[in-house]
C-alpha cells in the first residue's frame, strides 16, 4: 500500500500557494487543497497545480442529498485530482451515488475517502446536539464500516485511530490522519497530536501536515524530515 507524506496547502491565494511551492525545485509533494484556497481561487487552481506535477487530495467535504453529490463529484473527477472527500454521515446512499458520479467512464477514479466525526466534535456535543448517544469511538468505526461497506477508498481521521479502523475494515482500507506534530514542536489548535514516526508505528497510510511545515524557517527542509520520519 502507497503511503505519503500530504501537505495541507492552507493558503488564501494562488500567489501564495505556488510561491510556496516555487520553494520546492527537487520533490513534488502530494499536496492538500482545502476549502478556503478553493473557494478563492476555483478550480483553476487544482489546475495549475496540477500541471506542476502534484498528486493532489481535494478537501471539500462534501454532504448533500445522493443525486447532487453524484453530480458534483462528477465535476471534480474531471479536475483530474488523486483523492477527494465526502461526509460519512450523508448515509451509504449519498456515498454509493458519490463513487459513482465520481467513475470516469474508463472507469478510473480519484480516491474517495469519508470524514466520520470530525475532530472537533466532542461526545458532549455529539450527544446533545446530534442527538447520537453512541460513545464516539463506535460511531468512528461504525461509519468506517459504512463507507468500506459503500465501496471508498477509507477515512480521514487520528492516527490513534486507524489501528482500530484497519481491523474493522482491512488493511487495503485508508488511513488518512492529521493532526501530526514534531516532538517539541507548536501544537497549536490541534489537540491530541502524534509525531511522524508514531503516526506510522499507528498504521496511518497517509498524514496530512500543514503548519509543521507551512510555517517552518525552512518548509523544504521540514517536509523532508516529515518523510524521513514518517517512510522511515
Ligand atoms: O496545520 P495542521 O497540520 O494542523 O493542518 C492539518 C490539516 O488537516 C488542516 O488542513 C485541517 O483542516 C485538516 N484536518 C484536521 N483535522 C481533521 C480533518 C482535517 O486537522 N479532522
Known amino acids: 500500500m502507497a503511503k505519503d507524506v500530504i501537505i495541507a496547502l492552507d493558503f488564501d491565494s494562488k500567489e501564495k500557494t505556488l510561491a510556496f511551492l516555487d520553494l520546492f525545485t527537487e520533490e513534488k509533494p502530494f499536496v492538500k487543497i482545502g476549502m478556503e484556497l478553493y473557494y478563492a481561487e476555483g478550480p483553476e487552481i487544482v489546475r495549475a497545480i496540477k500541471a506542476r506535477g502534484h498528486k493532489i487530495f481535494l478537501d ?43 467513475t470516469r467512464p474508463d472507469g478510473t477514479r480519484p480516491m474517495l475517502i469519508a470524514v466520520t466525526q470530525l475532530t472537533s466534535t466532542s461526545q458532549e456535543r455529539m450527544t446533545n ?35 482500530k479502523v484497519h481491523e474493522v475494515c482491512g488493511n487495503d482500507f485508508v488511513t488518512v490522519t492529521p493532526g501530526v506534530r514534531f516532538a517539541g514542536g507548536e501544537v497549536g489548535d490541534q489537540v491530541r497530536v502524534t509525531t511522524p ?25 521540514a517536509y523532508r524530515r516529515c518523510v524521513k520520519e514518517f517512510l522511515g
Open 60 to 102: 471539500l467535504k462534501l454532504h448533500d442529498i445522493p443525486n447532487t453529490v453524484k453530480k458534483s463529484m462528477a465535476v471534480l473527477s474531471g479536475l483530474d485530482v488523486d483523492m477527494t472527500n465526502l461526509h460519512a454521515s450523508g448515509t451509504k446512499a449519498m456515498m454509493e451515488a458519490a463513487l459513482e458520479g465520481l
Open 129 to 163: 446536539d446530534l442527538l447520537i448517544e453512541k460513545p464516539l469511538d463506535e460511531v468512528v468505526l461504525h461509519y468506517a464500516k459504512c463507507a468500506a461497506e459503500s465501496g471508498l477508498a477509507g477515512v480521514v481521521c487520528s492516527p490513534l485511530e486507524a489501528g
Open 197 to 221: 514516526e508514531k503516526a506510522r508505528e499507528l498504521g496511518s497510510d497517509y498524514i496530512v501536515v500543514g503548519r509543521p511545515i507551512t510555517a517552518a524557517e525552512d518548509p523544504v527542509a
